[in-house]
């Protein structure tokens, strides 16, 4: 109903999988603006944006995710991202949090360099950029799991400053909570603040782009996609929209497994 009153619907749901579904049966364009702890790809474009600004380049990026892995939907989508132009992923959390392996197999599949870590500061100096994200309360059933993790990872001056390569910038999707002291804002690694404001050139293009107001020049990379329909499979995870709503069951074969193809997690 809601395509009605629109030109685009941003949808942002608590179910995996529901800006997919969304777009299924809607005429109007829909964004995806964060569908539970699955993807969050506009974030990834002002991400994207900001490392290409900062950095100069966003091929062969050498980037530490820090925090909350599992969840952080951010990571999932920049991850993803930055397959398509190299470089080298540092995955930096505690193992209950750590990046999914659904993830990794990609990785691997593709042939990324990637490193698993408990730890950041031995990395520092390897690191282009610094991705840190906030452990999210709310993505937890358990409480005791979160209250295990919360505040594992904090970043101060001291721990930054003289540690890191110069040219060190430290992203954050934001809202923080800890993890980055405040005495870290006023140096010239800080770019969250800048990176929060490039959302608003870059969603301004999405619309644009979306409304057909501007042709994209990026030439376009097609990733094809087995997609199928399975009747008799079921998507295990239990925050996926195929139990919500009267989807199709549609899978993505790939060499090395089938996937849902709403929520993107593996089918075994
Ligand atoms: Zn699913």
Redesign the pocket.
């Known amino acids: 109903m809601v395509e009605a009153y629109s030109d685009i619907i941003v949808m942002r749901h608590y179910i995996?999988?529901a800006a997919k579904f969304a777009s299924e049966i809607s005429k109007n364009p829909v964004i995806n603006a964060g569908d539970g702890a699955n993807e969050h790809p506009s974030q990834t474009l002002l991400d994207l944006f900001t490392i290409k600004k900062e950095i100069g380049r966003i091929e062969n990026i050498k980037i530490a995710f820090v925090g909350d892995l599992k969840y952080g939907r951010t990571v999932h989508s920049l991850t993803k991202a930055l397959e398509m132009f190299g470089g080298e992923f540092y995955f930096v959390a505690p193992e209950s949090i750590q990046i999914p392996e659904y993830i990794t197999k990609e990785l691997d599949e593709k042939g990324m360099k990637y490193h698993i870590c408990s730890e950041y500061e031995p990395i520092l100096k390897e690191v282009d950029v610094l991705y840190m994200t906030r452990i999210q309360r709310e993505r937890f059933d358990d409480i005791e799991e979160y209250n295990k993790v919360s505040g594992v990872y904090k970043i101060s001056k001291d721990t930054i400053l003289n540690k890191c390569q110069e040219h060190m910038i430290i992203l954050h999707p934001l809202p923080r909570v800890d993890e980055i002291n405040i005495d870290l804002d006023d140096t010239k690694h800080a770019l969250y603040f800048k990176q929060a404001a490039n959302g608003v050139p870059t969603r301004e293009a999405m619309y644009a782009l979306a409304l057909g107001l501007k042709n994209s020049t990026a030439p376009r990379k097609e990733e094809k996609e087995e997609v199928e329909e399975h009747f008799l499979t079921v998507?295990k995870?239990p925050k996926?929209?195929?139990h919500f709503e009267e989807t199709e069951n549609k899978v993505v074969v790939k060499d090395y497994g089938t996937f849902?193809?709403?929520?993107?997690?593996e089918?075994k």
């Open positions: 995996e999988g998507c995870n996926c929209v195929t849902c193809y709403y929520c993107g997690k089918i």
